[in-house]
């Protein structure tokens, strides 16, 4: 059964970084394309970034030069690097994985994905 869980997120002040990190069990993260989303309440699901089984990278505009995504396959986990955070980027944070072919199309920013996160929340404000 795949089951991913999220960590790192918390209150920082604008300016500052937080890593979170999505841990997965019961599959083997080079399988799919991993994916970061945030969501707020009453808000849609935006794609925050993704990365692929080559280790390529994709983000969205709003966070690109700020969010780095990486992955250690060997450990299974998936990790967003944060940096120059903004009160924009307050939001829950969920890691997602989805067929590769989303990475390959840039679909991922559109798609739900196949299995989910429980969510860490960030939290940027002065």
């Known amino acids: 059964q795949v089951q991913l869980a999220e960590s790192g997120g918390g209150s920082v002040q604008p300016g500052g970084s937080l890593r979170l990190s999505c841990a997965g069990s019961?599959?083997?993260?080079?399988?799919?394309?991993m994916v970061w989303f945030r969501q707020a309440p009453g808000k849609e699901r935006e794609g925050v970034a993704a990365?692929?089984?080559?280790?390529?990278?994709a983000y969205a505009g709003s966070v690109k030069g700020r969010f780095t995504i990486s992955q250690d396959n060997a450990k299974n986990t998936l990790y967003m690097q944060m940096n120059s955070l903004k009160p924009e980027d307050t939001d829950m944070y969920y890691c997602?994985?989805?067929?590769?072919?989303?990475?390959?199309?840039?679909?991922?920013?559109?798609?739900?994905?196949?299995?989910w996160g429980q969510g860490t929340q960030v939290t940027v404000s002065s």
């Open positions: 019961g599959y083997t993260y080079s399988r799919y394309c």
């Open positions: 990365i692929d089984d080559n280790g390529n990278k």
């Open positions: 997602a994985a989805m067929s590769l072919r989303n990475c390959y199309t840039g679909s991922w920013l559109h798609q739900r994905g196949d299995y």
